[in-house]
């Protein structure tokens, strides 16, 4: 099952299949694109898994053991690969919160992230090669952007896992929290980023022109938001 909350602007999507280790199969990924497409608008939008175990398992190999044939091996890549490119393509800011260990297309899901916080005590690995096979969500890729090409290809050519305070080291993860505050801590983080200004900076980020930058900052600039802000700030100096 896949759950869409919807909460002032915050959408969080949670994986909860606890009998397969809340594992990727067909019927999730058509739950997953339903659900980011009624997130449309969210001012942030959450990613984490059911329970405090795992955050996803990877891809359900009881079910995906029927496909035989190269020809539906790639149709079920792109299908999973397309998803993943709609969270990394959100509007808004993307949190992965990694609420237990994210392995295989886990791992894949949380670096489709903008931004990953996980409990310190989770662990999280591109194990695909352990099976033979490699990422197929776009997760070497988006690997190798995070923690170099040479890094990437330790980690996923060995099929290693990384406890979180390595992870958080090498630039996999982007912050760390203790189990006992991570569903505050994520939440928070979350809530921070829930606003047009971050908006703003993914979309700039990911490249525009210079104008097109300086046109972002002007509309912001403009808007009765700032002047708000500018007002608060004004007063509380006095």
């Keep these: 099952m896949v759950d869409l909350e919807l909460d002032e602007g915050l959408a969080v999507i949670t994986i909860d299949r606890p009998?397969?280790?809340?594992?990727?199969?067909?019927?999730t990924m058509d739950e997953l694109d339903k659900a980011i497409d009624a997130a449309a608008g969210a001012h942030a939008l959450v990613v984490r898994g059911g329970g405090d175990r795992v955050f996803v398992s990877g891809g359900d190999l009881k079910q995906l053991a029927a496909i035989r044939t190269e020809a539906d091996a790639m149709a079920m890549a792109l299908r999973m690969r397309g998803i993943?490119?709609?969270?990394?393509?959100?509007?808004a800011p993307v949190i992965a919160a990694l609420n237990g260990h994210a392995l295989g297309g886990g791992a894949e899901m949380a670096v489709a992230a903008d931004i990953r916080i996980a409990a310190d005590d989770i662990r999280i690995g591109f194990t695909q090669s352990t099976l033979a096979i490699m990422p197929a969500w776009g997760g070497a890729e988006r690997l190798a952007a995070l923690v170099g090409r040479g890094r990437a290809l330790l980690l996923?050519?060995?099929?290693?896992?990384?406890?979180?305070?390595?992870?958080?080291?090498?630039?996999?993860?982007?912050r760390v929290v203790p189990r006992a505050t991570f569903e505050?801590?994520?939440?928070a983080l979350a809530r921070s980023l829930a606003?047009?200004?971050?908006?703003?900076i993914k979309r700039v980020?990911?490249?525009?022109?210079?104008e097109e930058a300086a046109r972002a900052f002007a509309r912001l600039w403009v808007a009765d938001e700032h002047w708000r802000a500018v007002e608060g700030m004004t007063r509380r100096g006095k």
């Design 19 to 27: 009998e397969t280790r809340n594992a990727i199969a067909a019927d």
């Design 84 to 91: 993943c490119d709609r969270l990394a393509q959100f509007p």
């Design 156 to 174: 996923a050519g060995a099929g290693n896992t990384l406890g979180a305070a390595e992870a958080e080291r090498v630039g996999l993860l982007d």
């Design 184 to 187: 505050d801590d994520w939440r």
């Design 195 to 200: 606003n047009a200004p971050a908006r703003e």
């Design 205 to 210: 980020a990911a490249g525009v022109s210079r």
